[in-house]
């Protein structure tokens, strides 16, 4: 029963407007990242570890919060439509599988994304003229970030479970990825859940060990994660007693 909520969460991403989303805005960091080190080429002397510091800049605090809002708020956009909560509801399955099967799909869509990053990123540094190798460090960048980006979406759509608006959810993204910046400048990134997005990327420090340790992060995307599961299973029950 799980893999056939699974599947209806999957068609609903089939040729559907996210994947202009998950193309177009990672370029745009990639393109003002790159045009920032270019700029700044004479100051910025460690080659591919500076030019990631200049693409998630724009892409860890700004753009990538955003994406996974649009992510999370497209795939709760059939059920905030035409009173499709009460089909949901009355359905024989366990409310607990549409967020999971909803969460699995968008966590997909992050790894996907973070893959492309990386394309980008590569792509970028060829264009800057970067003759040294490719910094063996960047699998891990990428997954560790994808990791807080899963527990982005985890808490992004229990927001967008709640708030039936598909730009609001997106716009509070926006303000959580922003508030991760300030969180970081005051060392209390591994505490804010959107900052754990740029602390998996080492989005500050790329040539050196993650600002915190390797099981703090673990241990605290895992706690934000729980909490979201709980916090949406109780949501879930409280809409079926309403709908029904």
């Known amino acids: 029963m799980f893999f056939r909520t699974l599947q209806a969460e999957k068609m609903k991403l089939h040729h559907s407007p996210v994947w202009l989303a998950f193309l177009i805005l990672p370029i745009l960091p ?37 994406i996974i809002g649009v992510y999370c708020s497209y795939m709760c956009r059939l059920e905030h439509m035409n009173h499709n909560w009460n089909v949901v509801m009355t359905a024989p399955v366990p409310v607990s599988y549409f967020y999971f099967s909803k ?13 492309w990053i990386g394309v980008l990123f590569v792509i970028s540094g ?23 980006g899963i527990v982005i979406c985890a808490l992004q759509l229990c927001i967008s479970f709640v708030i039936r608006s598909f730009a609001v959810p997106v716009g509070i993204a926006l303000i959580g990825g922003v508030a991760g910046l300030a969180a970081m400048a ?59």
């Open 30 to 66: 990639a393109v003002m990242g790159t045009f920032n080190y270019l700029q700044n080429a004479g100051i910025l002397q460690d080659e591919w570890y500076s030019l990631w510091t200049q693409h998630t800049i724009f892409t860890c605090y700004f753009f990538l919060p955003a």
């Open 126 to 148: 060829k264009l800057c003229g970067l003759i040294s190798p490719i910094p063996p460090e960047l699998p891990e960048w990428l997954l560790c970030g994808a990791a807080g």
């Open 103 to 115: 969460l699995i799909m968008a966590s997909v869509m992050v790894l996907l994304t973070q893959i």
């Open 186 to 244: 005051k060392g209390y990134g591994v505490w804010f859940p959107y900052s754990l997005l740029c602390l998996g990327m080492r989005a500050n420090h790329p040539g050196g060990p993650m600002q915190c340790s390797t099981e703090q992060f673990v241990l605290n995307s895992l706690f934000y994660l729980a909490v979201c599961i709980m916090l949406a299973a109780v949501w879930l029950k409280k809409r079926g007693v309403v709908a029904g």
